[in-house]
C-alpha cells in the first residue's frame, strides 16, 4: 500500500476501544491499558506538595478565567494521565512478541495519526513488533479538552491579551503553552513521569506479566524529536542493566535540550519558550533548592545527573560525552537539513561531541519537497511520489540498523 493511502487507512481504523483491529492479512493492532504509578510527582500529587500559585494576573478565586480554569485542575490529578490505552503492532500470527521497538513521539502530539504509517512499515519490514507508548500529558494522556477547538480558542483570545507580542500561537500549542508558561518544572516533572512509566512498563515484561511480549524479548527504540530525549536518558542510565543490548534509532532528534529551538506553531508559543528556557538554563538549580521532590530525583538517582546533562549543553559536558562514547554503536541518526526546530549541527554536538569524536553514526538528508520538522512525510497528493520514495529511504535506513 502506498504511503498516502496508508496513512488514510490507518487513521480511519484506529480505535482505543477494541482489544485487536486487523490491518491486513499480517499485521494487528493490539490495544492495551496501562496504569502509571507516579502520578504523585505530579503537581498536587502525595509527594509534592507544590502549593500550586496561581498567575499573578488572575481575575479572582471566584470568578476564574478560562486560563485559570484550566490550571486550576491539578496535574496528579488529570485521569487520562494516569490511567490509558497504549497500541502495539505486530504480526498477526505472534501470539507473544520476541522483539519489540518502543516507538517514542514528538513535543505536544496528541494523535498518532503520523505514525501509525512508520510503526506499520517498520513491523512488515522488521518482523518486530512496534510499541507506541505515549508519554504523559501527549496522545491519548491528554485531556480532549485540551484539543477542543470553541474551548481552546478562548484561551487563546485571552492569552493574547494578556501577553501582546505573542509569536506563533495557535489553537494546536496553547494548551501546552498554557501549561509550561505557568509552570515551566512541568517539562521535568512529566519526562520523569514518562520515564518512569518506560521503566514499569519494562518491568512488566521481564516478570512475563504482559500478555502480548515474551518475558525474554529484545527491546530497541526508534525515537522522534523530543523522543529522542527519553530514548537517550533510558540507554545512558540503562537501569538495572534492562537497555544493555537496546539499538537505539533516532530521527530528527538527539541534542541537549536548550539547543532546540521549540517556538512553533505546533509545539510551543514564544511566551512559553522564554520561560521554559529560561528556568532550565537560569533558574533550575535554585528552584530544586526549594522542591524536595525535584531534588531528590534530580540528584539522588542515577537517572537525574543523565537527565541534568541533557537539559544544558554546559552541564556535565565530560560525563555526557562519556557515556556517548561508550554506547555509540548502539546509535543511528537520521537528521534533515531544513529541520530549523533541531538543527543538525546540534545534533551533531551533542551525539559526536564537542571534538565530533564521538563514533555515531549521523546521517543528514535532504528531500525533495517542502517538509518542515513536525512534518517530515507530509500527506500532499501532488508530492505523493516524492514522499513515497524520501519515506521508505529513510525507514529502510533504519530498519537496516535495527532489525
Known amino acids: 500500500m502506498k ?15 477494541k482489544n485487536e483491529i486487523e490491518i491486513d492479512e499480517n499485521l494487528v493492532i493490539r490495544n492495551f491499558s496501562f496504569k502509571s504509578n507516579y502520578r504523585f ?9 507544590d502549593d500550586y500559585e496561581f498567575l499573578c494576573n488572575t481575575i479572582n478565586d471566584h470568578n476564574p478565567d478560562v486560563i485559570q480554569k484550566m490550571l486550576n485542575n491539578k496535574d496528579a490529578d488529570i485521569a487520562e494521565n494516569t490511567e490509558f490505552r497504549y497500541h502495539i503492532i505486530m504480526p498477526k500470527k505472534e501470539k507473544k512478541a520476541k522483539e519489540i521497538i518502543i516507538l517514542f513521539h514528538g513535543f505536544n502530539e496528541k494523535y498518532w495519526n503520523k505514525y501509525l504509517p512508520w510503526a506499520t512499515y517498520m513491523a512488515e519490514k522488521t518482523g518486530k513488533a512496534i510499541v ?3 508519554m504523559a500529558f501527549h496522545m491519548n494522556r491528554a485531556p480532549l479538552l485540551w ?47 514518562s520515564y518512569y512509566d518506560v521503566i514499569d512498563f519494562v518491568e512488566d515484561i521481564k516478570d512475563g506479566l504482559h500478555p502480548a511480549i515474551d518475558k525474554n524479548a529484545k527491546i530497541d527504540f526508534f525515537a522522534y524529536s523530543i523522543g529522542a530525549f527519553l530514548a537517550e536518558l533510558l540507554k545512558m542510565s ?20 536548550n539547543r532546540l529551538t521549540p517556538v512553533s506553531k505546533f509545539i510551543l ?31 539522588n538517582d542515577p537517572e537525574g545527573a543523565n537527565f541534568r546533562s541533557m537539559l544544558n549543553y554546559k552541564t556535565l559536558i565530560k560525563e ?24 543538525s549541527y546540534e545534533i551533531m554536538n551533542t551525539l559526536q561531541g564537542s571534538k565530533r569524536d564521538i563514533p555515531i553514526t549521523i546521517d543528514l538528508i535532504d528531500y525533495p519537497y517542502h517538509y518542515i520538522h513536525e512534518d517530515p512525510f507530509p500527506c500532499v497528493f501532488e508530492i505523493a511520489n516524492e514522499v513515497e520514495e524520501s519515506f521508505k529511504n529513510t525507514l529502510n535506513k533504519f530498519c537496516e540498523f535495527i532489525k
Open 269 to 299: 508559543d514564544s511566551e512559553a519558550g522564554v520561560s521554559l528556557y529560561s528556568f532550565i538554563v537560569e533558574h533550575m538549580e535554585s528552584h530544586m533548592k526549594r522542591d524536595e521532590v525535584l531534588r531528590h530525583y534530580m540528584y
Open 238 to 257: 540503562n537501569r538495572n542493566g534492562y537497555f544493555s543490548d537496546t539499538k537505539c534509532a533516532i530521527f530528527c532528534g538527539g541534542a541537549v535540550f
Open 41 to 49: 510527582i505530579l503537581p498536587g500529587g502525595l509527594g509534592n506538595k
Open 320 to 343: 555526557r560525552e562519556e557515556t556517548f562514547r561508550k554506547i555509540s554503536n548502539q546509535f543511528y541518526v537520521i537528521t534533515l537539513v531544513k529541520d530549523e526546530v533541531i538543527p
Open 3 to 17: 504511503y498516502l493511502d496508508l496513512f488514510n487507512y490507518l487513521k480511519k481504523i484506529e480505535d482505543y476501544t
Open 132 to 134: 507506541l507508548f505515549p
Open 147 to 193: 484539543s477542543n477547538p470553541r474551548e481552546m480558542y478562548r484561551v487563546s483570545e485571552e492569552r493574547k491579551k494578556r501577553h501582546p507580542m505573542l509569536l506563533c500561537s495557535s489553537l494546536s500549542n496553547v494548551a501546552i503553552s498554557t501549561r509550561i508558561n505557568n509552570k515551566p518544572q512541568r517539562f521535568i516533572w512529566s519526562g520523569l513521569q
